[in-house]
């Protein structure tokens, strides 16, 4: 790791405008983030998504101008979430973790990775602030931390091997003195796990197998191959949520794997596409629900969050929201464990259907549903709101098993085939749902995917992206589209906003989408840059 330091200049230029030189003390507790600040990818640990800034409402939204802008030196995926503490924000793709001025874009220090392994496959969704340290993954399989002041390497521990299929996408989720992650390789035919690790060195206090291993609860559910079990996936790629009244951590189970070929898997294939429940400080399975079992059509649960509490009849329910590539809405009571409803999000046809040797077309297919941005929730409004990918696929199922071995360095662990829609057919929405009822209140129709961040605030806002390279500013109330912003290339990144200097700021990310280019070139994208927008005279 290599890290270019601007402290010394940096310290200057924040005692001539003011700024605060907190990021070393801060200690970044996502879980009670100051007004100003976006200190976790999806704003806080209960996945809320939610600001209380209200300085850019929908009286005065048309007046957001754009203000600066930073690119990334090198073309890789811009999936990520940036985080803000103190006016600086810190954003990341899979070899650079740098430090923003949050009010004009110039780079407070820049660190670099150098991989030490293969890298499986380089996508990169966000890093962890807390004290005083950033917090990330590798696409080789480590974890890493560094000073939140200049960029120096504080720790490196490898947490998983890319031989055997791994690579670290997912933003870490920090609590108290313990870093929680997990490494992705589904596709590449690992077998999924979510750990616990020292935040002060990087040392690993736990581990639970979303697939289990010899003599775990829910072995059985995979027959008898132990090497279905090996390579069952379940892997981890998008953020988890806490419930800190009851020390849980809650883990969204990837696609059981092969993704399509399923024969030598029969049975429920636990934990995959679950919601799962762990004792924070022990990993120790608490509950779970199981939305997909056997799952046969890549179908992730992506997202189990938001945390919240609803009041129904006068009755208070502690509850979670959880969201997937299955196009499904569903809240669950954290209590009861009951699903109080479940409901579409997108167009769905022969989701639950077997898929076989025959070609049968599918909706939502392998990159629909929700993907690595999830929905945010407007208490005040009562809102749940959720963006989605509409595109369908053909699915078909090979003759014979894929080969494990061959797939960790090559992928992809499918045993099938999948042909999607022509880009021009594929669409997006974002819908408001009554986060009591589940009924819909209102849907925006997007001409193509909606896969960029989204965040609501107290101004009655909803900030998020477009695939044709656009901020929107939505009214949170009605749906009504207030503002549309050029951004110079496709947004699929995180879209935060925070203070900076006192002003209320809005920022997004775009650039190169990365896994969907593989399918539809024709979405362009440069390098991973982050644009920053404010009201007009700010």
């Not at 811009?78 to 503490?85: D, E, G, L, R, Y």
């Not at 899979?94 to 009010?103: K, M, N, P, Q």
């Not at 960029?151 to 313990?178: C, N």
Request: hydrophobic share 40%.
């Amino acid at each position: 790791m290599q890290a270019k330091s601007l402290s010394t200049i940096f310290v200057a230029f924040a005692v001539v405008f003011g700024m605060s030189y907190a990021i070393a003390s801060r200690q970044g507790a996502a879980s009670a983030p100051d007004d100003s600040d976006w200190l976790y990818v999806d704003h806080d640990v209960a996945g809320t998504r939610y600001s209380p800034l209200k300085q850019i409402s929908t009286k005065n939204v048309s007046q957001l101008a754009k203000v600066c802008a930073y690119s990334f030196p090198d073309k890789e995926p811009s999936q990520t979430a940036p985080i803000v503490s103190a006016g600086i924000m810190y954003v990341t793709t899979a070899h650079y973790t740098v430090a923003l001025d949050g009010s004009d874009c110039h780079a407070i220090w820049t660190s670099t990775w150098s991989p030490r392994n293969y890298e499986t496959f380089n996508t990169h969704r966000g890093a962890a602030l807390a004290a005083g340290k950033i917090i990330r993954g590798t696409a080789d399989g480590f974890l890493l931390a560094l000073d939140a002041k200049d960029g120096r390497t504080l720790w490196v521990k490898q947490i998983a091997d890319s031989k055997e299929g791994y690579f670290i996408s997912m933003p870490p989720l920090v609590h108290g003195d313990l870093v929680y992650i997990g490494p992705a390789g589904a596709e590449w035919a690992s077998s999924g796990w979510v750990g616990a690790f020292r935040l002060s060195d990087g040392e690993q206090v736990w581990r639970f197998n979303i697939v289990p291993g010899d003599g775990e609860s829910g072995a059985s559910t995979w027959g008898t191959d132990v090497a279905a079990r090996k390579h069952g996936g379940g892997n981890l790629w998008t953020p988890m949520t806490f419930d800190e009244e009851k020390n849980l951590l809650y883990v969204p189970g990837g696609n059981a794997a092969p993704d399509i070929y399923d024969e030598g898997r029969p049975g429920d294939n636990l934990y995959t596409n679950s919601l799962i429940a762990l004792d924070a400080s022990t990993g120790r399975l608490v509950w779970y629900r199981q939305f997909i079992p056997h799952d046969v059509h890549d179908y992730d649960v992506t997202h189990v969050g938001p945390i919240f509490k609803t009041v129904n009849s006068g009755s208070t329910r502690n509850v979670v929201a959880s969201t997937g590539k299955d196009g499904m809405l569903r809240l669950t009571d954290r209590d009861s464990k009951d699903i109080l409803y479940s409901v579409p999000f997108t167009n769905r046809s022969n989701a639950e259907a077997a898929v076989t040797t025959t070609p049968m077309r599918v909706c939502p297919g392998t990159l629909g549903g929700q993907e690595w941005n999830g929905s945010a929730y407007h208490a005040k409004l009562n809102l749940l709101v959720v963006p989605a990918t509409d595109w369908c696929a053909e699915f078909k199922k090979d003759m014979t098993p894929p080969s494990p071995e061959k797939e960790h360095t090559h992928g992809f662990y499918f045993g099938g085939e999948t042909k999607f829609d022509p880009w021009s057919a594929a669409r997006g929405r974002l819908t408001a749902f009554d986060a009591v009822t589940g009924k819909e209140k209102w849907r925006y129709d997007a001409a193509k995917p909606m896969i960029a961040g989204v965040t609501v605030t107290d101004g009655n806002l909803i900030f998020t992206g477009e695939l044709s390279g656009d901020l929107l500013a939505l009214d949170a109330r009605t749906g009504q589209v207030l503002l549309r912003s050029p951004l110079g290339g496709p947004a699929a990144g995180g879209t935060v906003t925070y203070s900076a200097r006192g002003e209320q700021n809005v920022a997004i990310v775009s650039g190169f989408v990365g896994v969907y280019n593989m399918i539809a070139p024709e979405i362009g994208g440069a390098n991973p840059t982050v644009t920053i927008f404010r009201l007009r005279g700010k």
